[in-house]
């Protein structure tokens, strides 16, 4: 995945829990649009701003799973709660932010925050050997990013997320948690 990641500041200084899961944050937001883009790219089609909306919703989901995931058992808990938190928080205004431009006012925080929870749940259910998911983790992302393409043509869209799409954005994720955490890669 050709994402050029942000994970340097421009301030010194010690940089709070809250500081990186703001940088995890926009980089988690830029890798699920790069990823509609290049399947829109081999020729998904959508119905409109609001699919398309969905199917990055759910990328995110699934990358703070993974994010997650990283963390367990090299953060504290407290300090994971923080984290989590802050990447929710941080997703969640990125959401309202864009959704904003697109649809005009409206409460758009809450519709990010639901997927967080709902799919946290869902992926509890998934093994993730090694900090990456397994065959069942990835079928399910296929299977929700096909239910939010309901009514286009999205025959193949389990098989490029499967075998394209998540692939790539979980090396990238592990990638950008690395670096910006210290977070050991298994």
Same mark, same amino acid.
């Given at each position: 995945m050709a994402i050029r990641m942000r994970t340097q500041w421009h301030t010194r200084g010690p940089k709070s829990i809250e500081d990186r899961a703001g940088v995890i944050g926009f980089n988690i937001w830029k890798i699920a649009n790069e990823a509609w883009k290049r399947m829109e790219k081999e020729g998904f089609r959508v119905g409109g701003d609001q699919q398309v909306i969905t199917l990055v919703m759910e990328m995110v989901a699934f990358l703070v799973q993974i994010a997650d995931r990283m963390v367990?058992? $090299?953060?504290?808990? %407290?300090?994971?709660?923080?984290f989590i938190n802050a990447l929710g928080g941080h997703l969640a205004a990125t959401v309202e932010n864009n959704m904003f431009d697109l649809f005009g006012p @409206?409460?758009?925080? /809450? &519709?990010?925050?639901?997927?967080?929870?709902?799919?946290?749940?869902?992926? %509890?259910? +998934?093994? +993730? =050997?090694? @900090?990456? =998911? &397994?065959?069942?983790?990835l079928r399910y992302l296929g299977d929700k990013m096909a239910e939010a393409m309901a009514g286009t043509d999205s /025959?193949? !869209?389990?098989? $490029? !997320? #499967?075998? #394209?799409?998540? =692939?790539? %954005? *979980? /090396?990238? #994720?592990?990638?950008? !948690?690395?670096? *910006?955490? @210290? #977070? /050991?890669?298994?």
């Open positions: 367990y058992g $090299q953060m504290d808990e %407290a300090e994971r709660a923080r @409206g409460e758009y925080r /809450k &519709s990010l925050i639901d997927t967080l929870n709902a799919r946290g749940a869902d992926y %509890a259910e +998934f093994d +993730f =050997p090694g @900090g990456t =998911p &397994s065959y069942a983790a /025959k193949w !869209v389990i098989e $490029q !997320v #499967i075998e #394209i799409e998540a =692939p790539e %954005a *979980v /090396k990238t #994720i592990r990638r950008l !948690v690395h670096e *910006v955490l @210290g #977070i /050991k890669l298994d």
